[in-house]
């Protein structure tokens, strides 16, 4: 097939001459392009926008107390200080008042221990030094006397003929709440038992087994006790500004209202007491932080939004959402949730965030004037636990309405998307027409040349006969 160039013959640039007129036909997928731009420019605009609101949403949803709780149970907390955090450490719950205190321990919890006997009173007298008979052996953590108030029983199975290996394993399979070992000394092997935690409530009773039993408060002692006690249980003994309290462990709830006092160190003689201070503060470090933040998010959102529907007149240029109806109503949604006083702040002596020190700046923005806001905390926390908890619920409400589930921005996002996609279907619909008539011209300019071309050459050829013709006025001389 001989090869052919549009034009060859005819001295037409006809590929030039199609893709200017191509490019007049594309002209309308050129302005769909531009459509397109800038609903995407519209939608990243939106989602900053929606990231803005997100953030303002969580720091007015930290300021809301949880379901059952009251707004100064939330932020009422406080702070412990001991002096001396080798002997004592102390923790607060919201019903702790603030005070100062002088601890002085007199004595620890200890855990109670004991140990095996040796020689004619082991209980491993049997062969090899093992147990003679087994059994159900029953351990029971206890108070003096043995047997009124158990704090736990625990029933284990022992063999005949156990070694103190197996019988120390039974034990601490079990759960019991003491821990065993074997110590091999001088005296042969010796089984101890200590119990895990330290208390007057831990004293170890044994039974059920002949060979392993044991009873603190038996008197008198057995001839032949096959236990001897290593060390007692005891529980602790302090004074609160000289008031003297005993507890049954190391970690005390009663002593004061809503403290919880852990003892770590005891006297050691000659000494007869340690002594230390508590000191408990009220802790309102959640509630300024939590202001501070939604102040924070508050600028930003401003700050984004001023962005977006911003309009330059020294360049004309605009933000990607300038009268844009959705950036209004969400600046308007959160004006209004911190102008508008709350419904159950109606009554109350605080009722806007310019009472505790929340001010407008000439610039916009907002800050937070912090002597202001520590004397409202000083003179009424419950109040400004309340004024905060209530325009954090108002604001979470209003960003709640602009990008929750169907809410505003995200209807707007589908919205802009289901444009794009109609835009793009135009868009194929105009891009398989214009291959059309691209083709079009090429067959119409095509046959052109080809009818320009022979034009051509019968001109070449008329031309040339003419030439060959005799001069007829030289014959006629």
Do not use: C, W
């Amino acid at each position: 097939m001989p090869l052919s160039s549009p034009g060859l013959g005819s001295n037409l640039d006809v590929n030039s001459i199609v893709s200017q007129l191509m490019s007049l036909e594309r002209a309308p997928l050129t302005a769909l392009a531009k459509k397109e731009a800038a609903f995407q420019a519209k939608i990243s605009a939106i989602g900053s926008l929606q990231g803005a609101l997100s953030a303002l949403q969580t720091a007015a949803t930290s300021l809301i107390p949880t379901p059952g709780t009251t707004p100064l149970q939330k932020f009422s907390s406080f702070r412990t200080v001991v002096g001396d955090a080798t002997i004592a450490t102390a923790t607060t719950s919201s019903s702790a008042v603030a005070g100062n205190y002088t601890l002085e321990v007199t004595q620890i919890a200890k855990q109670h221990s004991i140990v095996s006997a040796s020689g004619a009173s082991t209980p491993f007298s049997g062969v090899d030094g093992t147990l003679p008979t087994g059994g159900t052996l029953t351990i029971t953590l206890d108070t003096l006397p043995a047997g009124t108030t158990p704090t736990k029983t625990t029933d284990v199975t022992i063999a005949a003929g156990a070694t103190p290996e197996q019988v120390r394993d039974a034990i601490n399979g079990a759960s019991a709440g003491i821990s065993a070992v074997v110590i091999n000394g001088t005296a042969g092997k010796q089984l101890v038992l200590t119990s895990e935690s330290a208390g007057s409530n831990q004293f170890i009773t044994l039974s059920g087994v002949a060979g392993l039993a044991y009873d603190p408060s038996a008197v008198p002692a057995p001839l032949t006790d096959p236990f001897v006690q290593s060390q007692a249980a005891q529980g602790s003994a302090f004074k609160l500004n000289g008031i003297a309290v005993t507890a049954t462990t190391n970690t005390v709830t009663t002593a004061i209202d809503g403290v919880t006092l852990t003892l770590l160190k005891g006297p050691e003689l000659p000494a007869t007491s340690l002594t230390t201070t508590v000191a408990i503060s009220k802790d309102t470090s959640s509630l300024t932080a939590g202001v501070n933040s939604l102040v924070k998010a508050i600028n930003e959102f401003n700050s984004t939004a001023g962005s977006l529907g911003s309009y330059d007149a020294a360049t004309r240029k605009a933000g990607p959402l300038n009268g844009d109806s959705t950036l209004r109503s969400a600046q308007n949604a959160v004006r209004s949730a911190l102008s508008t006083v709350p419904a159950d702040l109606a009554s109350a002596t605080l009722q806007r965030l310019a009472d505790i020190g929340v001010v407008l700046q000439k610039d916009g923005k907002l800050t937070v004037d912090a002597s202001k806001l520590n004397k409202a905390l000083g003179d009424d926390l419950p109040g400004v636990a309340k004024l905060v908890s209530s325009y954090g619920t108002a604001v979470k409400a209003a960003t709640d309405t602009l990008i929750g589930s169907g809410g505003l921005l995200p209807a707007r996002s589908d919205g802009l998307n289901a444009s794009i996609k109609s835009l793009d279907k135009q868009s194929e619909a105009i891009s398989s027409r214009l291959t059309q008539i691209e083709a079009r011209y090429r067959r119409q300019f095509t046959s052109l040349d080809t009818l320009i071309s022979g034009m051509t050459k019968t001109s070449a050829f008329l031309q040339q006969q003419l030439a060959s013709l005799p001069n007829l006025n030289n014959q006629g001389s």
